[in-house]
């Protein structure tokens, strides 16, 4: 559970951030007040993962240190906890270029999650999904004769011990990760662009520090699994496969998704992803879904549940079909990965361009867990 930091722990950073008509948008101020995550993963971590390295040291995070004038000596040890905490090297920066480009996003879903008014956002209970999730609030948003559910994911509702294991030490980019999966998804277009939930930033104007700002993901429809036997879902199911390889996804479980028949395929929580080489992948069995349906896998055997049972869906291959094929080679031929990079560590960027090379040599999606 993450620190809730007080206002002392605020910067000016933080603040001019959160100012309205700022970079958050039009949206108003969020209702609901932001409390630290209380709930487990989907599965309980069985082993500690070997984490990738954090790219913390000690004259980064002098660098973070706050100036004495703008931290009351009495909130001086909360705002160095959290700045330690809530920041590493170049995060800010990644954050800033989210926050920069936002104004002059033209998707109609990012203009419209970034137009709309402030939804009262309430604490979301699924009734599907386990509820062994973060903290995530919901709320309906209606602007320029459109209503829909928007989902925002405070990063102070990131469980820190299960990001950990993920080797996602910052809340920052487990929330930049949300905006970077739909970036990659927007910029390669269709079916990507279609199976992924938009995502946009949102520094609430009464934000207390970082940890009160986060993603703001549209609602897909549908509910969060799929319809067994799956028939009908092959095409996006082999899509969200090549996705999930690109992207390193660790934590596609099968209820990080939303499905409704007739076959619609959303796919949401990308917080948990970008992986590096030799990071954590969920060890639960239905996690990395599609990829092992996608390499054959069809039956499931998961814990306090029915045998989760694909067999309807028809055979997949591995092997890269030609829009993925086109897709590998854009981002091949891009240094900047159609402008995801600038949202990723530098790890995480090269990760990317690391597994691109590896698809383009096999011909092939990489496994799950293959980062
Ligand atoms: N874009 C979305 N559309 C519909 N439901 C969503 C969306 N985002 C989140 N939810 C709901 O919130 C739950 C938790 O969201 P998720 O992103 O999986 O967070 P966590 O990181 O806590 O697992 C989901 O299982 C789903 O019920
Ligand atoms: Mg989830």
Redesign the pocket.
């Known amino acids: 559970m993450g620190p809730v930091a007080t206002m002392e722990s605020v910067s000016a950073w933080d603040r001019r951030a959160a100012a309205p008509g700022g970079i958050g948008g039009a949206h108003g101020p969020a209702k609901a007040a932001v409390v630290g ?1 209380t ?1 487990t ?2 599965a309980k971590p069985s082993r500690v993962p070997s984490l990738g390295a954090s790219g913390k040291n000690s004259s980064d995070r002098q660098r973070d240190r706050p100036r004495r004038d703008h931290a009351p000596r009495v909130g001086l040890l909360v705002y160095m906890v959290a700045r330690v905490l809530y920041f590493v090297p170049g995060d800010r920066e990644r954050l800033d270029c989210v926050r920069a480009a936002q104004p002059s996003l033209e998707h109609p879903d990012e203009r419209f999650m970034l137009d709309a008014p402030t939804p009262a956002y309430a604490p ?1 209970r ?5 509820p ?5 609030l ?1 709320g309906l948003a209606d602007y320029d004769g459109r209503r829909a ?1 928007l ?1 925002f ?1 405070p990063l102070s ?2 469980r820190r011990t299960a990001a950990h294991l993920y080797g996602q030490d910052n809340p920052v980019d487990v929330g930049i990760h ?1 905006v970077a999966a739909w970036w990659l998804a927007r910029e390669l277009g269709p079916p990507w662009s279609e199976l992924v ?1 938009p995502t946009v930033w949102f520094d609430p104007p009464d934000a207390q520090d970082i940890g009160s700002c986060g993603p703001v ?5 549908g509910y ?1 699994s799929l319809p067994q036997p799956g028939a009908g879902f092959d095409r996006l199911i082999s899509d969200a496969a090549f996705f999930d390889a690109v992207i390193g996804a660790q ?1 596609r479980h099968d ?2 998704l ?1 499905a409704e028949m007739p076959p619609r395929l ?1 796919l ?2 990308h ?1 948990y992803a970008f992986a590096r080489t030799g990071d954590w992948h969920n060890p639960y069995e239905a996690a990395g879904l599609f990829l092992k349906i996608r390499f054959g896998e069809r039956r499931f055997r998961v814990p306090d549940g029915p045998v989760l049972d694909y067999s309807g869906v028809g055979p997949l291959s591995p092997a890269l079909g030609a829009h993925e094929q086109a897709a590998i080679a854009r981002l091949a031929a891009d240094r900047d990965l159609l402008g995801v990079a600038q949202l990723l560590s530098d790890d995480r960027a090269q990760a990317l361009r690391d597994r691109v090379a590896r698809m383009a040599g096999s011909g092939e999606v990489l496994q799950a867990a293959d980062f």
């Not at 699924?126 to 386990?130: E, H, P, Q, V």
């Not at 062994?132 to 995530?136: C, K, S």
């Not at 993901?217 to 429809?221: A, C, E, F, V």
Request: cysteine-free.
């Open positions: 995550g709930e993963p989907p979301h699924s009734l599907t999904a386990d062994n999730v973060n903290e995530v919901s559910r989902y994911k509702g990131v949300e939930a993901i549209l609602g897909m429809g969060a934590d209820h990080n939303r959303a949401i929580d917080g």
